[in-house]
């Protein structure tokens, strides 16, 4: 069976009967596919699982697993208990877990005292070891591996008893990067690929007209990896920066059902997440507990509508998290972190973890780049700079409203200092009223431009995301 249908199979028996069908089951959850440009090496967090369906997980007194990948396609490099659920729960007694010299991974505990309270009565679930996974992305095609329980793995309750318990491997994808791109037609053709992404704004419509299609890459190459640019986000030294990030679905049929997970990493976590209402429908939206998923931050989102949504060619945002630095802003240094799709994480208001799972027409589907879409938020200190002086040398003259048209209508290059381009001080960037206005300050006897003004150096006085991060002739 080729892996495409194995994989449309999979979602298909995910969907209608749920991964925890199963009582008293050991899992390893993570992402489901390993994308990259061939010939790369490619690495995936994946955790093994404790899933107690019938009594709770501190009634555990310990256990064993092995795992072991069912093909040389992937290789597990490392293992650690470290910040899991069973190094912060449980206390006393032994917990291990090593990798062997034939590249499987062994886990062993036998706990006496198990710490009372640590875990909430609606945990039936802990991550027990986390996994670092590599795999070679082939050229052209693709490849389907497992990471599988070597034998039976056992438990042992508190009071001696051993528990019945089911192993469930995963699947696990290995391909190259797809093109992502809708071509220009509209409507897009059906068969072109469904893809999803990190948006600027909140958005909803055609994918003809819509302010989301100008922050999708033009490259196949960076359309496969991202829907999303890099975003950044002045904050003055000594305050937190908050930013929020929309996840948003590009298709050409209606898309009818999800479970999605994203992630963050880096120098912020997530503080919020909220999901779209469409009519009466409202989708359930969490914020992912870093302390449940290995130090992970993140947000998930669930969707089942009463009705069928959408049903033309459109882009929608699903959900949307708020970023939050981990520190206060630095005068010296930018803070970066990265939002991105991550399968496996765990929710404890729900009985189970999420992976990225959509159904589009009634069947299941999977975004053609949820193993590579992402986007980096950048948060940066106000930097001095001359406004109006978009080709970055030092005065303001013609060849900058020059310069800002070629940047905008012509495919020239960036400023690097978008506030000096942004002559009129418009929330969203420069645009072509910016280079009016450059010429009316020039030839019309304008006095000034907008503050810190054409005349002097100067901090902008309105923070916002059109930054400067470098503009040499200012301190």
Request: glycine letters at 10%; aromatic letters at 10%; a negative charge.
């Amino acid at each position: 069976m080729p892996p495409s249908l194995l994989t449309a199979v999979a979602f298909s028996a995910l969907f209608t009967t749920g991964l925890l069908a199963r009582p008293n089951a050991f899992l390893v959850t993570g992402p489901v596919e390993l994308v990259g440009q061939p010939g790369e090496t490619v690495r995936g967090t994946y955790w093994c699982m404790l899933s107690a369906d019938h009594g709770l997980v501190a009634d555990v007194a310990g256990w064993s697993f092995e795992i072991a990948p069912a093909t040389a396609d992937l290789r597990i490099v490392s293992v650690t208990s470290s910040s899991t659920d069973a190094e912060r729960a449980f206390g006393g007694g032994v917990l291990s877990s090593e990798l062997t010299p034939e590249g499987a991974v062994v886990g062993n505990a036998q706990i006496d005292p198990v710490l009372p309270g640590v875990l909430d009565d609606v945990y039936r679930e802990v991550y027990l070891a986390r996994l670092t996974v590599e795999a070679e992305i082939p050229a052209e095609r693709e490849l389907s591996s497992r990471l599988e329980f070597v034998g039976t793995p056992t438990a042992t309750w508190r009071d001696g008893t051993s528990a019945a318990l089911t192993p469930v491997d995963l699947s696990v994808v290995v391909r190259p990067i797809r093109n992502c791109c809708f071509g220009s037609a509209f409507p897009p053709n059906p068969e072109e690929p469904f893809s999803v992404g990190f948006a600027r704004y909140g958005v909803g419509g055609a994918i003809g007209d819509n302010p989301f299609r100008p922050l999708v890459p033009p490259s196949d190459v960076d359309c496969a990896a991202s829907s999303g640019r890099e975003r950044i986000l002045e904050v003055r030294p000594g305050d937190f920066g908050e930013i929020e990030v929309y996840f948003v679905s590009v298709r050409a049929k209606p898309l009818v059902r999800w479970t999605v997970a994203a992630a963050v990493e880096g120098d912020a976590v997530v503080t919020d997440v909220t999901g779209y209402s469409f009519d009466s429908d409202t989708p359930f939206a969490a914020v992912v507990d870093g302390s449940r998923n290995g130090g992970i931050s993140g947000g998930v989102s669930e969707f089942t509508p009463s009705v069928p949504w959408g049903a033309g060619p459109a882009v929608r945002w699903l959900f949307s998290l708020r970023l939050r630095t981990i520190e206060v802003q630095p005068p010296d240094r930018d803070l970066v972190a990265r939002v991105y799709v991550q399968d496996g994480l765990q929710v404890g208001e729900r009985p189970h973890f999420v992976n990225s799972l959509f159904s589009e027409d009634g069947q299941p589907v999977r975004p053609c780049n949820a193993g590579t879409a992402s986007a980096t938020v950048r948060f940066t200190p106000p930097r001095q700079f001359i406004r109006g002086d978009s080709n970055g040398d030092g005065i303001v003259d013609m060849s900058d409203a020059i310069y800002t048209m070629e940047y905008l209508y012509q495919g020239g290059p960036e400023p690097s200092c978008l506030a000096a381009a942004n002559a009129n001080d418009l929330w969203f960037g420069p645009d072509l009223g910016a280079a009016i206005l450059t010429l009316a300050f020039l030839f019309q006897g304008l006095p000034d431009l907008w503050p810190p003004g054409a005349f002097a150096c100067g901090e902008d006085p309105t923070l916002d995301e059109v930054s400067c991060l470098e503009y040499p002739h200012c301190p």
